[in-house]
């Protein structure tokens, strides 16, 4: 592969959709960050999955609607948002851009849309929150200290952040055969930052014929319902558990008192042949029945994508690899256009279906996509 390409300084004209940014995203980053970022487990079935299920879902037009007055604003946890498209928590964005996460602070800001910084992000949470201007959210990790888990929240409290959005489907990492083809290492200057002077685990390799992870000092760590309680009882922020994808787990998660769920299978970066998050929101948004608000997370493209999640009962989406592609490509000018994209077509697709606002967007805006038998 040759050496990635200086970021752009403008947008080019050509740029149409999301989708467009992939390419020159690609040119830009080495060949092992793009393996981080674009890849999946395994054979990448639920990635693509993720993204192809949208498509068998088919939209319902709806003609001569008076659409004066009309919005994409959303009310949650007593806050107010412009759109409900929010940025997911994705780690080590220095990898493909040298002002990393501060460049989608600024995005975040210029659109106000909601960022979701990671625990493992490559700039300190507090370094985030000084430079942002529109709401922040902050996705926590369980770590084997629960101390220093401890310490995470607070820290995130006293920085301003509004809401805990804990990851719950990556006890382990997912086995990534994309990353591991092309040998991939965090590169020097990229950094956890936020985990600077925490006590690591022992680390346990198994030999031929022993075990290799089942019984071992990271599994003996992995957060438990009994870590989501303890968690309710740190905080007064509204926490949302990330990783559900049954109505077993979301029911469990609305007793624990969680306040909202995000149906995510982690971007199809963990368990492969898992089904795509489109496909089973609807289960999951019966299952919790109106006691919390259920988000989708995996597999958003296009503002067409963001509505069919909404008629399917979330109440917003997290956008993820589409905004690292225009931090790849452009920096905070990049993910701030992507934004603006899906939030235009998402505008589009309202008007023509006759949808005023968020409101009125509902299941009977959609239809199964008819294929041929």
Sequence with gaps: MNAPLAK??????????????????????????????????????????????????SLRASVLCDLSGGNTRLSLFGQTFASPIF?????????VHPDGELATALAS????????????ASTSLEEIAQRAAAPLWFQLYFQPDREFTRDLVQRAEAAGYRALVVTVDAPVNGIRNRE???????????????????????????????????????????????????????????????????????????AE??????????????????????DVLPEIVDAVAGHAPVLLDSGIRRGSDIFKALASGAAAVLVGRPYIHGLAAAGAVG?????????????????????????????????????PS
């Design 87 to 95: 940025l997911a928590p994705i780690a080590y964005q220095k990898l």
């Design 180 to 254: 591991q083809r092309a040998g991939f290492s965090l590169p020097a200057g990229v950094k956890a930052v936020n985990l600077r002077g925490m006590r690591l685990p022992s680390q346990h390799a198994g030999r031929a014929g022993e075990g290799i992870l089942l019984g071992g000092p990271l599994l003996a760590s992995a957060p438990t319902w009994k870590d989501i309680a303890w968690l309710r009882s740190l905080t007064s922020l509204p926490i949302l558990i990330k990783g559900i994808m049954t109505a077993e787990d979301a029911r469990r998660a609305v």
């Design 257 to 278: 008192m969680m306040d909202g769920i995000v149906v995510s299978n982690h971007g199809g970066r963990t368990l492969d042949t898992q089904p795509s998050t489109i």
């Design 335 to 371: 993910v701030a256009h992507v934004l603006h994209i899906l939030r235009a077509e998402l505008e589009v697709t309202m008007a023509l279906t006759g949808c005023r606002d968020l409101a009125a967007i509902n299941s009977s805006c959609i239809r199964p996509t008819l294929r």
């Design 8 to 57: 752009l300084q403008q947008i080019p004209a050509s740029i149409a959709s999301v989708a467009d940014y992939e390419s020159l995203a690609r040119d830009r980053v080495s060949e092992q960050a793009w393996a981080y970022v674009a890849g999946g487990a395994a054979d990448e079935w639920t990635l693509h999955e993720n993204c192809a299920a949208f498509q068998r879902l």
């Design 109 to 120: 800001a210029a659109a106000q849309a909601c960022m979701i910084v990671s625990t493992l």
